[in-house]
């Protein structure tokens, strides 16, 4: 019976995936669509980081979002992503084990 | 590889934890790590572990599943008209489309596009730590602490900070649309608490993206 709903689950996350490589690709779409699409990665950054953050460490909003800026303070002076990847994590950790809210 | 690494990294302690949730809600070592393989969408393999937990049928389930998981019709859009390749080699890569590579794909690519197995080696990095992760969480579930690896959920989140950091000094537009939808996705989700996760995402990037069209241009590239 799980296996079955894995099948289900499987077919509609997937067809929504592939469907745009199928039909969007040589697709001419008239400039401001264009101009549109490139907005969606900084539109969709913005709503991943904002609220979720809050809940990214459970029952810790004030820890999270100390990350939070911990990390974009690093992201000003370090390109290296997996760097502040680890910067995050090894500041939550710590911060956990000192009690921080 | 070096793409992939950062998703590695913040996918490992949320895998773990996706494999010990699941064997709490009385899946097997298999089960959870065929959810992870197959599925391979973070946040609806949680809620579908927390929905066949409390007992909620089959149609239900695969119906949050999809609506969970539209948003990735909208990703997918974007990396098919940048991704470079034969029809059938590229449209292969869309298994691996999530939030993540994403967003790396789209903001690392070069302005003339970006190669086919540029994507998949970062893909592929991605997704076997995903998998690792699942059966490794689904394994010591007994022997692990959620709390241990609770913390370092946080690890996607300096991900995504990590990648518009750079893009936003570069170009104020960028800024200003990622704000404007972060603000857009918390007054949704306060205002109507019912809204998934993933319509609040469409629903941010769609409108927020459509009043960026009407940014002046500046020097913003492809």
Known sequence: MIWLLLAGMFLVTYIPRLVPFLFARQLDLPPWVQKWLKFFPYAALGALIFPGILTAVPGRPVLAAGAGILATVGALFIRNITVIVVLAIAAVLLLQGLGMP | ?222
């Open chain 2, 1 to 222: 590889m070096s793409n992939g690494a950062p998703i590695a990294l913040g996918y490992l302690p949320v895998a773990v934890t996706f494999g010990i949730l699941g064997r709490q809600a009385g899946l097997s070592v298999a089960e959870v790590t065929g959810m992870s393989a197959w599925v391979y969408a973070g946040a609806s393999q949680f809620l579908a572990v927390k929905m066949i937990a409390s007992g909620v049928g089959f149609f239900e389930i695969v119906l949050a599943t999809f609506i969970l998981n539209f948003r990735h019709f909208l990703m997918s859009t974007v990396l098919a008209r940048k991704i470079e390749g034969s029809k059938p080699g590229v449209a292969a890569l869309s298994y691996w489309v999530t939030d993540e590579t994403f967003v790396v794909a789209s903001l690392h690519a070069r302005p003339e596009g970006l190669s086919a197995l540029g994507f998949l080696t970062m893909a592929l990095t991605a997704y076997l730590s995903w998998l690792t992760g699942t059966f490794l969480g689904g394994m010591f579930a007994g022997l692990i602490p959620v709390r241990i690896v609770d913390g370092m959920g946080i690890g996607l989140y300096a991900l995504f900070i990590a990648l518009l950091i750079p893009s936003a000094r570069k170009h104020w537009q960028f800024a200003l649309v990622a704000a404007a939808s972060a603000l857009t996705a918390w007054g949704l989700s306060s205002l109507l608490p019912g809204l998934s996760e993933g319509w609040t995402l469409i629903a941010a990037t769609l409108g927020v993206s459509a009043l960026g069209t009407l940014l002046p241009d500046g020097e913003i590239e492809k």
